[in-house]
């Protein structure tokens, strides 16, 4: 009985100090946002809205033991998240939606639709989208003549090339979306920025197509890793 009674005091305590703990990481947040914290100490702070009945200190240290960064947290499967102790499919979809959560933020436009011409603003939201996927995908921007942004649409997964990715079909869109012009852009899972032969053959064929119907191709960019490239600034386009 003596022992049973220590238990449950020494586990009574280890609650409040993991409570405690997750209190300060709260007050911490609020007066200094994530500067004010550890990588791993951002990632327990998101934890625990998926886990809020234990702590999820060793669960955010050994996430980031496994994946390296935040980043790479976040963009992992779905079963590789599972596979770390503590991490159910509850906690794995959470680390997913703050991904797609994201993408809605960048692309969502404010009251007055603002233009998305800056280079850093379309290489995020492109970045957004593309970078950490498995396998290629092939993104179109739809934009108005004031170089808004009407749609995003992912035309194509798999590998890109002309079999496959038809100017006809992005061309339906942007005429479906009453688009002024379009910008189109693909990941490289290798990590090559490089684009193939393909990739020009195929941002030549568009423009010539989209010029036809009197929309204009303003660039098509290739993300690779961390980093975006511009067959524009490459004089492919």
Do not use: W
Not at 74 to 92: F, S, W, Y
Not at 93 to 100: A, I, Q
């Amino acid at each position: 009985m003596v022992r049973e009674n220590m238990d449950a005091k020494k586990r009574k305590t280890e609650k409040l100090d993991y409570l405690g703990h997750r209190q300060r990481l709260k007050e911490r947040f609020l007066s200094h946002g994530l500067d004010g914290l550890h990588d791993y100490e951002a990632l327990e702070l998101l934890l625990s809205y998926a886990i809020p009945r234990q702590d999820v200190k060793p669960v955010a240290k050994d996430l980031l033991r496994n994946f390296k960064t935040i980043k790479k947290v976040i963009d992992a499967p779905l079963e590789r998240l599972q596979e770390i102790a503590g991490v159910g499919l509850h906690t794995a979809l959470l680390l997913k939606l703050c991904r797609d959560m994201l993408i809605l933020y960048l692309e969502a436009p404010d009251l007055e639709r603002q233009s998305v011409t800056s280079s850093s603003q379309i290489a995020n939201l492109c970045r957004a989208r593309l970078e950490g996927l498995s396998k290629e995908q092939f993104l179109v921007l739809f934009l108005d003549n004031r170089h808004r942004l009407i749609q995003s649409e992912v035309m194509h997964r798999g590998t890109v090339d002309m079999s496959v990715v038809y100017p006809r079909e992005v061309l339906s869109q942007a005429l479906k979306y009453h688009a002024a012009a379009i910008l189109v852009a693909h990941n490289h899972p290798g990590g090559s920025l490089n684009p193939s032969v393909e990739d020009i053959k195929i941002t030549v064929e568009l423009k010539n197509a989209a010029a036809v119907l009197g929309i204009r191709l303003l660039d098509h960019l290739i993300v690779a890793e961390s980093k975006v490239v511009s067959l524009k600034e490459l004089n492919e386009l």
